[in-house]
């Protein structure tokens, strides 16, 4: 579905990615690629239930295959809500992105990678959640990056302790609020409806950020993330 107005005045994306089967996803709303060999996100081959598209790296270690929506959300005057729902088949030797960042796609690698506990943000302003095989703790974390300054809060607080789970969907909501001129906005997550954390001054309230799922892989080991859905709402700018 493509990006529309409101009646509310807020500007909505919404999208079930119900295609037939190996159709690519809506180019007015969605654009995607992946480093080499592998597949860009499509519907897949086989029916499933309720609609999905998947992204497959191939064998190649650090490939990356990455989905981006349009860069039209931002917090000023309300909030950008942002929520989808994805799955990875395997957790072993895969990094993954879920949320919002400033361009649709990054070049070749994650908007933020995590090796131990040191985050390595490649996109100027991100937020979102973060998953890295090359973590010192292998779950969930959230994370923030505002024009090239990372988010100062300590990474104990930014570990979610939910871990993802092999061929299983979770869901991840961002909703991201405005604290008004001077002020970044603040950034409160969710998984599977659990608040798992909080950063205070995460972005820029006037910052256009566009939904983002991606994954990378962490050896020669071809992965497949699934996407069913991805919505996003922010309030409408002024014209």
């Known amino acids: 579905m493509s990006t529309q107005v409101s009646e509310k005045g807020a500007?909505?994306?919404?999208?079930?990615?119900?295609?037939p089967a190996d159709?690519?996803?809506?180019?007015?709303?969605?654009?995607?690629?992946?480093?080499?060999?592998?597949?860009?996100?499509?519907?897949?081959?086989?029916?499933?239930r309720g609609g999905t598209v998947t992204g497959t790296t191939d064998t190649t270690d650090n490939d990356l295959v990455q989905m981006g929506g349009p860069l039209l959300f931002e917090a000023q005057g309300g909030a950008t809500i942002f929520e989808a729902r994805v799955e990875v088949d395997v957790i072993t030797t895969?990094?993954?992105?879920?949320?919002?960042?400033?361009?649709?796609?990054?070049?070749?690698?994650?908007?933020?990678?995590?090796?131990?506990?040191?985050?390595?943000s490649n996109s100027s302003t991100f937020v979102g959640f973060v998953f890295d095989v090359d973590?010192?703790?292998?779950?969930?974390?959230?994370?923030?990056?505002?024009?090239?300054?990372?988010?100062?809060?300590?990474?104990?607080?930014?570990?979610?302790?939910?871990?993802?789970v092999a061929g299983e969907m979770q869901?991840?909501?961002?909703?991201?609020?405005?604290?008004?001129?001077?002020?970044?906005?603040?950034?409160v997550f969710y998984i599977n409806g659990k608040d798992v954390g909080t950063i205070e001054l995460a972005v820029a309230r006037?910052?256009?950020l566009a939904p983002y799922v991606g994954h990378e892989n962490r050896g020669a080991a071809?992965?497949?993330?699934?996407?069913?859905?991805?919505?996003?709402?922010?309030?409408?700018?002024?014209?």
């Open 23 to 48: 159709a690519v996803i809506n180019p007015q709303s969605w654009t995607s690629d992946v480093d080499t060999g592998g597949a860009a996100f499509v519907a897949p081959s086989a029916a499933v």
């Open 94 to 120: 895969v990094a993954l992105n879920v949320g919002l960042n400033d361009i649709a796609l990054e070049g070749s690698s994650l908007p933020v990678e995590l090796a131990t506990l040191s985050f390595t």
């Open 135 to 164: 973590a010192t703790n292998d779950n969930w974390h959230i994370f923030s990056v505002d024009g090239d300054a990372d988010t100062n809060v300590a990474i104990a607080t930014l570990n979610t302790g939910i871990a993802p």
């Open 171 to 187: 869901t991840f909501r961002i909703e991201v609020t405005d604290q008004g001129s001077g002020k970044l906005a603040r950034a």
């Open 206 to 208: 006037d910052t256009l």
């Open 222 to 239: 071809a992965h497949v993330t699934s996407v069913d859905y991805i919505e996003c709402e922010s309030a409408r700018g002024a014209v």
């Open 11 to 19: 500007v909505y994306l919404y999208d079930d990615f119900v295609m």
